[in-house]
């Protein structure tokens, strides 16, 4: 089957590798096959929900989704200038802000810039109630000039493509009409008010389900037409709206204006704050590492990230607390485990078996049972300060505190996590006969040379694998740090968990949670290199 | 079988037999023997506290045997040397090394070296850090360590193989170098544990010489425990066999073979034929035997006490004869039919029914003169009466 010179081939003269790989794929079909049901459920279940939540930690559509005209006008601003920015800005805004109220958009952006600036939330909630005053006046004005200009449908009648309107008439409900397509030009005369219009009517169609020519206009329409028209622009339109146009257009200049950064001074004096407007230049593109900054007690300021100040650090502190907390319960799990899964191994069948379901019987019990045990039997008041006060170890009036601190979480964690240590220890221990002890002693060692220099080192893969477990466990632990550590010994998840129930920013949560992910992977590519996985064994 | 019958012709120790008659002496002699090196002294051992496992044993060997532990599993043979290495403790009496009562000295101070059936090399060590092991323990200075380590496998011709891990080895590799571990710390006394059980037979018989010829030109004293019969005869001065707790017969191969003691012994080691019946006659060294088919045969009595004692009647299928030319005149002769003829060989096998007992064995050599039997034939056989040994039954 074979030829000096060429690849091995297969009797029917393929090339053998093809052969073999064709042979093959039958069976990693059928076993992908098997195992397809598992995927899906999980792909669908946690590696997708968790991509999403993970994408969280940069995303920031927000800023940019409910106020795109603002985050435009606001390129030529700069905080340096040491003002807010003119009134173009504050125009962008109106009209942002107003759809953005209708939509009950404005209080999710206030909650999004409120994790950086605090008191921006009831700014934009203040602001969001009142903006749909603004240009009242205008529309006053100009109802006073034509009585058409109070007629619902004269917008759409000057703005609207007449194409557009003929079928928008046809529909027999509003809601089927087609997205709003303008009069090319009355775009051009009047590019403002086109633009407001257009999201007015869009979101009259979508949103309301309304036809926008039987809609009241939004007085920033009236704004936006006032604006248009102060810049008298050459009106082209040929039907009777261009006379009602161009009186308009004659008579704007004798308007009564309204001057909007004094309206929304009005409703907060903080819109003439430049800081505020900065947060929102800053926080306008559709990613930000704002996030993640703030995962390490950072923030983006105008001159690039910096450390913020000290009284406001707490997330380095909290990392490097789980960290030291996770390896100081790993390394009790070792201490206390080990014995417990030298006897498993080595006591004879029965009483292995019970010891084995003393092991096993926390797993049977609620870990919320478990954990408010441990509330019971380490208060102040409780069953074991009881005992040691009893004892005399303890004064009455000088009880240990044993819980809502760190000593609490170790201690419950430790207890919790000690199956996690003990099985894999066991697993691995059981593998090692017992003869190599024999072997050791009848060559002359003590007892306790022939333990450490021939049995440990091959028990070491069992507290390997026990060891990552109980630290990646612990290390995201929430629900014990939560009961019984107190503000001392509580974890990064505890943090996470606030911040995804409590504070709501899960954009926070999510970053905190990606770098706890990070620190994990890089411990454990550490342990590889270190250690080698392989030497990680959980049996057999 | 057949192997055992061959060697027993060919491969006989030579120094065994010389030394069989003062061995033989020694054995029956009295507890607290100044020249006994290992001595068992009325030892029992129970794991429950219901059961013996061993029931009192006896033993006492000198300095430089090589004795074997040979019994079918569960007879006691391998806690008996436990209980020599220190892992498991006497329930009652008293176990000796050179004169000194070892019960309450913990393995390791024992200085006694041990191979294990599974050769329990430290996965985690090269082998010279294995061998180096019982040395570092003794605080051995490192140079010393080396040179030993280096003669140690150079005795079982292991040197180029000193960097390596146990894993890396086969497996006869790994029990030579279990068995230089054993030895390199220089101990008079080394147990073997069925060292050669997990290897294939050609292996195993090579290592079978190998330990044995390691063993007398070091002049230590071995106790070696196997099942194997084969391995018992070959290997050792003294095999003790053990059934039921017991040693059942303790003996050079040779005697062990061609005079067992009982019935136990003679079906245990090598093939055997078993004739039941009642004494009806004893007179001097030869007795008359009925067997239950109403025949009559001659034997010596080894085992039965007085007439009308049931009796099992042990015959080596070698020794029976066919061929009335070679019969003593007078010697009882039984009928038998021929049931089937299997050639091996060296040798031929043939079935036969004997007295109503339808497994009766003869083996003849394939000489040129030699007779092929066909089955369905009428013959007759024979034997010397010393060669039938009436034994309990």
């Not at chain 1, 969280?56 to 340096?80: C, F, H, M, Y």
Request: aromatic content about 8%; hydrophobic content about 45%; overall charge negative.
């Amino acid at each position: 089957m074979t030829d000096a010179t060429g690849p091995m081939v297969a009797a029917d003269g393929r090339p053998l590798k093809a052969s073999l790989n064709r042979a093959l794929r039958r069976q990693k079909m059928r076993a992908l096959l098997l195992i397809s049901p598992l995927l899906f459920f999980i792909m669908i279940t946690f590696i997708i929900p968790i991509g999403q939540m993970l994408f969280r930690s940069v995303e920031n559509q927000i800023v940019g989704d409910v106020l795109p005209t603002t985050v435009v006008a606001l390129d030529a601003w700069s905080v340096k200038s040491g003002e807010a920015p003119g009134e173009e800005v504050f125009f962008a805004l109106t009209q942002d802000l107003v759809l953005a109220a209708e939509r009950k958009e404005h209080t999710r952006l206030g909650s999004r810039l409120n994790y950086e600036d605090p008191g921006i939330s009831s700014l934009f909630r203040k602001s969001g109630r009142n903006v749909e005053v603004m240009g009242e006046g205008y529309a006053k004005q100009f109802d006073a000039l034509d009585e058409r200009w109070a007629e619902t449908n004269t917008f759409s009648e000057i703005l609207a493509d007449p194409e557009w309107l003929a079928d928008a008439a046809q529909v027999e409900t509003a809601a089927d009409m087609d997205r709003f397509e303008v009069n090319e030009d009355a775009a051009t005369y009047l590019p403002r008010t086109v633009a407001a219009y257009t999201s007015f009517a869009n979101y009259m169609i979508a949103d309301k389900g309304k036809d926008p020519a039987k809609s009241k206009p939004w007085n920033t329409l009236h704004l936006a037409l006032f604006e248009d028209l102060r810049a008298a622009p050459e009106i082209t339109i040929a039907s009777a709206y261009g006379d009602m146009l161009r009186t308009a257009a004659a008579a704007v200049p004798t308007f009564e204006t309204e001057t909007l950064s004094a309206s929304f001074a009005k409703i907060d004096k903080d819109w003439l704050d430049p800081d505020v407007w900065s947060t929102i230049k800053r926080y306008s593109p559709s990613y930000t590492n704002g996030y993640f900054l703030n995962a390490i007690d950072m923030e983006k300021t105008v001159d690039g990230p910096a450390w913020r100040p000290e009284d406001q650090q707490i997330y380095l502190t909290l990392f490097w607390r789980t960290l030291l907390m996770s390896m100081t319960i790993t390394i009790s799990c070792i201490l206390l485990g080990y014995p417990v899964a030298w006897l498993l191994a080595n006591l004879p069948a029965r009483t292995a078996n019970l010891l084995m379901i003393l092991v096993l019987l926390p797993f049977w019990t609620s870990l919320l049972v478990r954990t408010s045990a441990w509330k019971i039997l380490l208060q102040q008041q409780g069953v074991i300060n009881d005992i040691v006060v009893w004892l005399g170890l303890v004064a009455d009036d000088n009880r240990l505190a044993l819980i809502n601190n760190a000593t609490g979480t170790i201690i419950a964690m430790t207890h919790i996590l000690l199956p996690f240590m003990i099985l894999p220890l066991y697993s691995v221990m059981k593998t090692i006969p017992p003869t190599y002890l024999r072997a050791a002693k009848s060559l002359g060692a003590t007892n306790w040379t022939a333990f450490w220099r021939v049995y440990f080192p091959q028990s070491v893969p069992g507290i390997g694998a026990g060891s990552i477990l109980v630290f990646i466990l612990s290390i995201g632990y929430y629900i014990t740090p939560e009961i019984v550590g107190g503000t001392k010994g509580v974890f990064i998840s505890n943090r996470i968990a606030y911040h995804i129930s409590s504070s709501l920013n899960w954009g926070l949560a999510a970053a905190l949670g990606t770098i706890l992910l990070a620190v994990v992977m890089l411990l454990y590519w550490a342990y590889d290199r270190i250690v080698g996985i392989d030497n990680v064994k959980l049996g057999g | 079988m057949l192997q055992s019958a061959k060697l027993l012709d060919l491969v006989f120790i030579q120094e065994c037999s010389l030394s069989c008659q003062d061995l033989r002496g020694t054995s029956v002699s009295k507890s607290g023997n100044e020249s006994a090196f290992v001595e068992f002294e009325r030892v029992q051992k129970s794991y429950d506290g219901e059961n013996l496992v061993v029931k009192d044993l006896n033993l006492s060997m000198p300095k430089g045997e090589f004795l074997t532990m040979l019994g079918p599993s569960g007879s006691g043979k391998t806690t008996c040397l436990m209980m020599l290495a220190g892992f498991e403790t006497a329930t009652h009496g008293e176990i000796r090394l050179d004169g000194v009562s070892i019960n309450h000295i913990p393995p390791h101070k024992r200085g006694i070296g041990m191979v294990f059936q599974n050769y329990a090399l430290f996965p985690h060590m090269t082998v010279a850090e294995n061998l180096s092991f019982p040395l570092e323990v003794r605080k051995i200075g490192k140079s010393d360590r080396e040179q030993k380590v280096m003669r140690a496998l150079g005795m079982v011709q292991m040197q180029d193989f000193a960097g390596r891990r146990p894993t890396q080895l086969s497996g006869g590799q790994q029990q030579r170098i279990a068995l230089a571990r054993a030895l390199v710390f220089e101990p008079e006394l080394v147990l073997m544990d069925e060292p050669l059980g997990a290897l294939d037979k050609q292996l195993r018989e090579t290592l079978q010489f190998e330990i044995t010829n390691l063993a007398h030109q070091l002049g230590i004293t071995v106790v070696y425990v196997t099942h194997d019969q084969t391995e018992a005869l070959t290997m050792s001065d003294r095999v003790a066999v053990f059934d039921d707790g017991r040693i059942q017969q303790l003996a050079p191969p040779d005697e062990l073979y061609e005079a067992p003691q009982n019935s136990f012994v003679a079906q245990f080691i090598g093939e055997n034929n078993t004739l039941e019946g009642v004494v009806k006659e004893i007179k001097g060294n030869t007795c008359i035997v009925q067997l239950d088919s109403g025949d009559i045969i001659d034997a010596i009595p080894v085992n039965v006490a007085a007439v009308g004692d049931r009796t099992k009647v042990s015959i080596r299928p070698e020794r029976v004869e066919f061929n009335k030319d070679r019969l003593k005149a007078g010697a009882h002769t039984l009928k038998a039919e021929v049931l089937e003829f299997i050639y091996m060989g060296d040798i031929f096998r043939t079935r036969l029914r004997v007295a109503g007992v339808d497994n009766f064995i003869i083996k003849s050599r394939n000489a040129p003169d030699q007779v092929r039997l066909t089955p369905g034939q009428q013959i007759e056989i024979g034997w010397l009466a010393e060669d039938c040994r009436a034994l309990d039954a």
